[in-house]
């Protein structure tokens, strides 16, 4: 479809908006930036993502690390905390994703995703010229409020003031630590729009700048899920596995609730597929298949499954639109991290997952703690699909009238 560092004069719209989001590594992330480029489209808007170029990564890291010991040497009890985080990120990327996997991202990134490498400088330039009608920042956590290393080019700072539009982004854990929210409250203030995907962002917007952001779901859901069928089957065709199946994917290692639910179901003639989640307590289970690849693979695998098992909030996004019943389990941040509350506060992201159940009337399909995940009514997709719908139109009308010049 398109290519990395193509020209940014070769696109076939004549205006264009910038997008700046997380996106490698990560299923979701790659296709809610994929499901972003396609509704700006929808707006009648070509959109590029602007990766930050290595040309002056080292010293950009090197500025970013003096900022971050600074604040550290103020706040450490925080420092450890978010050493931590960083070490569980980082044990997660490596234990569960195989090379496969890492290549399948890479290459939906190149292929799929229309981006340009650029350095902060470069960035400047561009931004201010009359190429760019506007530029979006989000969705997913690119204002995690917990974070040390906090990046300007996620609150668009290289960009004038006028173009900047925040497109569903997250706070992560719904709170701003108390050394982010002076720069926060600033940085955010300036935005010509605002929207947040989570009613807490919301909240935390007003509180922090006392602007109204407006709450718009997740880009992925901006699509419908005949959309998604049509791009993922051009890419892949339609494979499935002849048995019923539950798809499962983790993010962090299994807990123990979710071991015991999986094993319920293959007592009962299920099989598991696992996907990019290639963790030793899978490994022991019997009747399992570890699968991977790309985010294609990810949707079609998922489409095709009798029920979902996972503690992604894109899996649960997913499982919305194609009609799955799913179980979602708080991430078990235990396997990975230090287990002082403390810690697994500043890590736990439950709150998107559980918000979004809330508004579709389906709490009871998240698991906490240790209790069992019990059997549940059949969820009415009929209502689910109503509530779709009418978030849709809300974000089309919101993001229609940010591209067209209003202040929000």
């Given amino acids: 479809m398109k290519c990395e560092n193509k020209r940014l004069g070769d696109t076939k719209m004549s205006r264009k908006v910038?997008?700046?989001?997380?996106?490698?590594?990560?299923?979701?992330?790659?296709?809610?930036?994929f499901a972003t480029q396609r509704v700006v489209e929808q707006a009648g808007y070509s959109c590029v993502l602007f990766r930050e170029s290595e040309k002056n990564g080292v010293w950009r890291k090197m500025f970013y690390l003096i900022k971050a010991l600074a604040k550290a040497a103020v706040h450490p009890t925080?420092?450890?905390?978010?050493?931590?985080?960083?070490?569980?990120?980082?044990?997660?990327?490596?234990?569960?994703?195989r090379e496969s996997d890492f290549k399948g991202l890479q290459q939906f990134v190149e292929e799929d995703i229309f981006s340009v490498k650029l350095t902060y400088t470069e960035m400047k330039r561009v931004a201010r010229s009359d190429e760019f009608a506007a530029f979006i920042s989000g969705s997913d956590q690119i204002w995690n409020g917990s974070?040390?290393?906090?990046?300007?080019?996620?609150?668009?700072?290289?960009?004038?003031?006028?173009?900047?539009?925040?497109?569903?982004?997250?706070?992560?854990?719904?709170?701003?630590?108390?050394?982010?929210?002076?720069?926060?409250?600033?940085?955010?203030?300036e935005y010509r729009c605002l929207s947040v995907r989570e009613q807490s962002g919301v909240d935390t917007v007003e509180e922090l700048t006392g602007r109204q952001?407006?709450?718009?779901?997740?880009?992925?859901?901006?699509?419908?899920?005949?959309q998604w069928r049509k791009y993922y089957t051009a890419k892949n065709g339609m494979r499935r596995f002849s048995k019923p199946y539950i798809f499962c994917y983790f993010l962090n290692e299994p807990g123990d609730t979710a071991i015991k639910h999986l094993k319920s179901r293959v007592d009962k003639g299920m099989?598991?597929?696992?996907?990019?989640?290639?963790?030793?307590r899978l490994r022991k289970m019997k009747n399992v298949t570890f699968e991977g690849g790309s985010p294609w693979d990810y949707l079609e695998l998922l489409d095709g499954a009798d029920e979902v098992c996972s503690d992604s909030f894109h899996a649960l996004a997913f499982s919305l639109l194609f009609h799955k019943e799913m179980r979602i389990?708080?991430?078990?941040?235990?396997?990975?991290?230090?287990?002082?509350?403390?810690?697994?506060?500043?890590?736990d992201q439950s709150e998107r997952i559980t918000s979004i159940l809330k508004r579709m009337n389906i709490s009871d399909r998240f698991i906490d703690g240790e209790k069992p995940a019990e059997e549940c009514a059949p969820?009415?997709?009929?209502?689910?699909?109503?509530?779709?719908?009418?978030?849709r139109s809300a974000a089309k009308k919101f993001l229609k009238a940010a591209l067209e010049g209003q202040r929000i």
């Fill in 213 to 226: 952001a407006v709450r718009v779901i997740d880009p992925v859901l901006q699509l419908t899920a005949d």
């Fill in 18 to 33: 910038g997008q700046v989001t997380l996106y490698n590594y990560n299923y979701g992330s790659a296709l809610q930036c």
């Fill in 271 to 280: 099989s598991v597929v696992a996907f990019a989640s290639d963790y030793e």
């Fill in 147 to 189: 974070w040390f290393l906090r990046n300007d080019v996620y609150f668009l700072k290289f960009a004038p003031k006028s173009k900047r539009i925040a497109w569903a982004p997250s706070f992560g854990t719904g709170t701003v630590a108390r050394y982010n929210r002076r720069r926060f409250a600033r940085d955010i203030g």
């Fill in 78 to 97: 925080h420092a450890r905390g978010f050493l931590c985080m960083m070490q569980s990120k980082r044990k997660t990327a490596l234990t569960a994703l």
């Fill in 329 to 347: 389990f708080h991430r078990n941040y235990l396997y990975s991290s230090d287990k002082s509350r403390r810690i697994i506060s500043i890590l």
């Fill in 379 to 391: 969820i009415d997709f009929d209502n689910i699909d109503c509530v779709l719908d009418s978030e």
